[in-house]
C-alpha cells in the first residue's frame, strides 16, 4: 500500500445495546479502491455515516490526511476532502442538474451576500465559469449530459441521475470518495456502464482514493484494489478479491455455504 | 435565444398584465355589492376557462421578456394608482396590499425557500409597528431611521425564537411559532409600556419635512389623497423588496437555502451549515415584515393586540400558499384576493377566515403548488432547455 490516506482505528457506533460498527479498523491508501461488502445490516453504510460526521462515534479515532478528524461536524469533514453519495438516490429532484451539481461545489461558490446580491456582474462571471466546470465534468462521464444541464433532475432516468450524483460529489474535488451502493436499482448493463465511468472518471484524477459499497461480486471483482468484508459491524477478513472470497468466514457470512 | 424564448410571444405577457389591470381597476372601483359580486364571479370563471396551458404560456411569456414584463407590470400600476388619486379607500387597500405583500415576501424566503415555516408572520408586523408607535413618539428621530429599526429590531427578535426553531423539526417547529404568535399578543394585552389592549397611536410618516398624512395640494389647485403618499413609498419598498428576493432566488444563496430545505443531511454532507441558512433566511424574513409593519403602523395611525394575532398570521400564511410557495409575483394577487375580497363584499365579511381556510384546501387539494407555482431556477434565459 502506497501512502495512508484514512486511516479509521477501532470505530465503534452503539444504537442502545446494539454495536453497529465494533472495533472497526480500516485503511485507505492514495489512490487505491476499496471494497466494503458485507451481507445487509453489518455496518457498511454506518460506517460511512460515522465517517462523515452524521453518527457520532463511541469509540475510536478517524486520521485523513495526517489529520485527527474524530468528531468532525459534516460540513468539516466534507471540508477536508471526504465526498460521498448515498444509497437511495437524493438529488434535489425539483432542481436543474446543474444545481444539483453546484450543491456539491459550495465550497468553492462566493456565499457573500454583497457579492449575490449587488454584485450581478461578477456573479454572472461566475456563474458562467461554473456551467463550464460542470459540463466539462459532466461530459466526461455522458456526451449527451451537457445539454441537459438546466433540466430538472427529475427528467433523467436512473443511470444518469447516478452519474450526475457522482458528479456531484467530485465536483468538489475530494481527495476521497465514498459511493454507498450506486448500482442499487440498476438494470446488469446500466451498472456496468457506470462502474466504466467511474473508472475513467479515476483515470483522470490519479490522486482520487474510492469506497465502494456494493453487492455485486463482479462489480467487486473488477474495479477494487482490495477488499473489506464486514459481519456484524466487525471486519472479519480483508485483502484481495481472490483471497477474501476463498476465505472460510466469508463464505458462512455473505456468499452462502451448504 | 434558443426556441423556447422565440416561441413565447411577449404580446401575450404583456396583454396578460393589461387584463390584471384592467380587472383590479373594475374592482376597486366597483361600489354596488352585485356589481363586486359579478366580477368575483367574471374573474373565477375567466381563470377557470383558461385552464393549465394557457397558463403556462403566459407565465413563460413572462419569463422570457422579465425587463420588460417589469416595465409594462410598474406603468400599468402607476396608471391603475394614478386614476384613483382622489380616493382614499382604493388607496388604502392598494397600500395595505403592497405591505402585506412585503411581509408575504418575507415569509416566501422562510417557508418557501429555507423551509422554516413561521405561524407568528403578524408577530412580526406587529413588533415593526409598536416600534413605529415607541419610537414616533418622541420628537427627534428620523422617520426613515425608525422604519430601519423596526426591520432590524424583528430581524433580533426574530433570532430568540431562531434557536428554539433550529433544535426543532416540522410540527414542532410550526407550534414553537404559534406559541410565539400567542405569546406576543397576551404580552401587549398586558405590557402598560405598550397601551394594554387598546394599543398606541402612532403619528404619521415625515421625511425631509413632508408630511405624509397631509392631502397633496397640486399646483393647478386640485388635492390628492393623502393615502397616494403611502401607496408610492409602500410601492418603492414592494420593488425593492421584489428585487432583493428575485435576486436571492438567482443566486448562490437562494440555491443554499432550497439544499437546505430539500434534504438537511445530504446538505450538511456536501458542507452546508445548515443552522446558519436557516437564521439567514429566518431574520430576513422577518426584517422584510418589520419594515412593512411599521410602515402599515403609520399609515393606519394606531397599533392594537388585536390586529396581530394568531389569525393575521394564518391570513399571510394563506396569501403565501394560495400565491405559490417560493413564487414571489404569485403573492400580490394572492394578497389582493385575501385582503379586498371580503372589504368589497360585505356579505363575507363575517365568513372571510371560513372561507380562506376554504380556498387554502381547495388549492392544496387540485392545485397545491398555489395558483402561480414557482418555477424551476435557470439563471439566464439563454439557458433554458427547449
Not at chain 1, 478479491?241 to 468466514?249: F, M, N, P, S, T
Request: proline residues 3%; hydrophobic residues 50%.
Amino acid at each position: 500500500m502506497t501512502a495512508v490516506l484514512l486511516d479509521c482505528r477501532q470505530l465503534t457506533v452503539r444504537f442502545g445495546g446494539l454495536a453497529a460498527l465494533n472495533k472497526l479498523s480500516i485503511q485507505v491508501g492514495s489512490g487505491e479502491i476499496l471494497g466494503l461488502i458485507g451481507p445487509n445490516g453489518s455496518g457498511k453504510t454506518t460506517f460511512f455515516n460515522a465517517l462523515t460526521g452524521l453518527y457520532r462515534l463511541d469509540e475510536g479515532r478517524v486520521v485523513f490526511a495526517g489529520r485527527d478528524i474524530t468528531g468532525f461536524r459534516p460540513q468539516a469533514v466534507h471540508a477536508c476532502g471526504i465526498a460521498r453519495t448515498f444509497q437511495r438516490s437524493r438529488l434535489c429532484l425539483t432542481l436543474s442538474v446543474f444545481d444539483n451539481l453546484m450543491i456539491g461545489n459550495h465550497r468553492r461558490l462566493s456565499l457573500g451576500f454583497a457579492f449575490n446580491l449587488l454584485r450581478r456582474k461578477r456573479f454572472a462571471a461566475q456563474l458562467g465559469q461554473e456551467v463550464e466546470r460542470a459540463s466539462t465534468l459532466l461530459s466526461g462521464f455522458h456526451r449527451d449530459l451537457p445539454a441537459r444541464l438546466f433540466e430538472p433532475a427529475a427528467a433523467l432516468g436512473m443511470i444518469d441521475r447516478r452519474r450526475v450524483e457522482v458528479c456531484r460529489a467530485l465536483i468538489g474535488e475530494p481527495k476521497l470518495l465514498l459511493l454507498d451502493e450506486p448500482s442499487a436499482g440498476m438494470t446488469h448493463d446500466e451498472t456496468h456502464e457506470l462502474m466504466d465511468d467511474i473508472l475513467a472518471a479515476r483515470a483522470r484524477l490519479p490522486g482520487l482514493s474510492i469506497v465502494l459499497i456494493e453487492h455485486e461480486m463482479g462489480v467487486i471483482e473488477r474495479i477494487t484494489d482490495r477488499c473489506a468484508v464486514l459481519n456484524f459491524g466487525e471486519k472479519i477478513c480483508e485483502g484481495a478479491y481472490e483471497e477474501v472470497v476463498a476465505d472460510r468466514r466469508v463464505q458462512e457470512a455473505y456468499l452462502g455455504v451448504e | 435565444m434558443n426556441a423556447a424564448s422565440q416561441s413565447a410571444s411577449p404580446w401575450l405577457g404583456m396583454l396578460a398584465l393589461l387584463f390584471v389591470a384592467m380587472f383590479a381597476f373594475a374592482f376597486l372601483r366597483a361600489e354596488q355589492q352585485w356589481q363586486v359580486a359579478a366580477l368575483a364571479a367574471v374573474g373565477t370563471i375567466g381563470l377557470l376557462l383558461m385552464g393549465r396551458s394557457n397558463m403556462r404560456r403566459i407565465e413563460s411569456s413572462w419569463a422570457a421578456h422579465q425587463s420588460s414584463m417589469q416595465w409594462t407590470a410598474i406603468v400599468l400600476s402607476a396608471i391603475v394608482i394614478f386614476l384613483f388619486r382622489e380616493d382614499h379607500f382604493a388607496l388604502l387597500m392598494i397600500a395595505t396590499v403592497m405591505l402585506f405583500s412585503v411581509a408575504c415576501l418575507g415569509l416566501n424566503v422562510q417557508f418557501g425557500y429555507a423551509g422554516v415555516v413561521n405561524f407568528a408572520g403578524a408577530a412580526f408586523l406587529g413588533i415593526g409597528g409598536y416600534t413605529a408607535a415607541m419610537l414616533t413618539a418622541r420628537p427627534g428621530i428620523p422617520h426613515g431611521f425608525v422604519i430601519l429599526v423596526a426591520g432590524l429590531l424583528a430581524g433580533l427578535i426574530g433570532s430568540l425564537l431562531i434557536l428554539p426553531l433550529l433544535r426543532t423539526r416540522g410540527h414542532y417547529a410550526a407550534l414553537i411559532t404559534i406559541a410565539f404568535a400567542i405569546l406576543f399578543r397576551t404580552f401587549l394585552e398586558v405590557s402598560d409600556t405598550f397601551g394594554g389592549p387598546q394599543g398606541l397611536k402612532v403619528s404619521g410618516l415625515r421625511i425631509f419635512g413632508w408630511s405624509f398624512n397631509d392631502n397633496i395640494e397640486t399646483p393647478w389647485g386640485g388635492e390628492y389623497s393623502f393615502y397616494l403618499n403611502y401607496v408610492i413609498l409602500s410601492f418603492l419598498l414592494l420593488g425593492v423588496a421584489v428585487m432583493l428576493v428575485r435576486r436571492l432566488e438567482y443566486s448562490w444563496l437562494g440555491l443554499s437555502l432550497d439544499a437546505v430545505r430539500i434534504d438537511e443531511t445530504a446538505a450538511s454532507v456536501f458542507g452546508f451549515d445548515v443552522a446558519r441558512w436557516k437564521i439567514v433566511a429566518f431574520t430576513l424574513g422577518n426584517a422584510l415584515a418589520g419594515v412593512a409593519g411599521a410602515v402599515y403602523a403609520m399609515m393606519t395611525g394606531f397599533v392594537a393586540p388585536a390586529n396581530f394575532t394568531l389569525a393575521e398570521s394564518l391570513i399571510l400564511v394563506s396569501i403565501v400558499i394560495l400565491g405559490g410557495v417560493g413564487n414571489p409575483i404569485g403573492i400580490l394577487p394572492a394578497a389582493a384576493l385575501v385582503l379586498i375580497l371580503p372589504e368589497k363584499l360585505q356579505a363575507i365579511q363575517e365568513y372571510r377566515y371560513l372561507l380562506f381556510s376554504l380556498f387554502v384546501i381547495l388549492v392544496l387539494l387540485f392545485r397545491p403548488e398555489g395558483l402561480l407555482p414557482r418555477r424551476m431556477r435557470v439563471y439566464a434565459p439563454r439557458w433554458r432547455s427547449p
